[in-house]
């Protein structure tokens, strides 16, 4: 498959399943493996795979996926038969989300609940549909003197704004490698919005657009971008400017109560879709030595 049909089979899937993002992934050293899960002639589903070797082990990860066809209910099994595809390159221990419980594989984890926005409405009905409280927060930070301004590239400032807010916040993110070579890869999937009070930014989001959805990246805000609600304004002005532009869906990535409680409560006030979280398994040589059905799994050799 080429970058133009998978883009059409998965759709408005998260980032991990983007063409772009296995393509960035294989310049920065992994391998990626495309695979068509069928069942004879009928394609349930694909899912994308980030190969890496970390000595005699070769792990194989699947971020968000396998992404099923509109018609097709989840496959339990999806997880053996791509592990059985995967054995072409070597044996492989695959870590992927499975979210029925009784699927094979050794469970590791939960994933995070993930949270995403329809943009599909009219912007009289989003606004309506954001909670009182952070629209009024909105309101206040449209009548506080903010200039926004959007940028098809994320600025430096915003990099190492954010670089310093995870050491100070201890989290851990793509690195300011990824983005240079996601810009090169998708000269057109980068946009950025800034708040500024004159020439002095406050606050600022780099979100990522890939096909009809787009994905936060990285978001920072100073103590006046804070004091002002910079970021309601950022936000709601990034859903009317890629609604504008044909993006249907923002993924705000994982909505966490415990780990980041206030970012949690921050995208709870908006007309958010849950992604639930399910476990993450690893699936062991016990399982890859089982037979795949024929006509059950389709691969794609790694690219």
Known sequence: ????????????????????????????????????????????????????????????????????????????????????????????????????????????????????????????????????????????????????????????????????????????????????CWSRVAPAGTVSFAAQSGDQPVAGICLLMHGTSATWHIGWSGPDGRRRSAMNLLLWSAMLWLREAGIVRLDLGSCDPVAAPGLAHFKEGLPIRHRPSVPTRLLLDGFLARPVPPGRAGYAAAS
């Open 1 to 180: 498959m080429g970058r133009q049909e998978w883009g059409d089979a998965v759709g408005a899937a998260c980032l991990a399943q983007q063409w772009d993002y296995g393509t960035v992934a294989c310049r920065l050293g992994a391998r990626v493996a495309r695979a068509r899960i069928c069942a004879g002639a009928e394609t349930l589903g694909y899912a994308q795979v980030i190969l890496r070797r970390f000595g005699p082990l070769r792990l194989a990860w699947m971020g968000h996926g396998p992404v099923w066809c509109d018609s097709s209910d989840p496959d339990p099994d999806a997880l053996r038969y791509l592990a059985a595809s995967l054995r072409q390159g070597g044996r492989s221990i695959l870590i992927g989300a499975a979210g029925d419980l009784d699927a094979p594989g050794l469970r590791c984890g939960m994933s995070h609940m993930g949270a995403s926005v329809d943009l599909l409405d009219d912007p009289s009905a989003l606004r309506a549909a954001l909670n009182g409280k952070w629209r009024n927060r909105l309101v206040a930070a449209e009548r506080a003197g903010l200039d926004v301004r959007v940028h098809r590239y994320c600025p430096d400032w915003l990099v190492q704004a954010e670089l310093a807010q995870r050491r100070s916040m201890k989290y851990k993110a793509l690195p300011p490698v990824w983005l240079k």
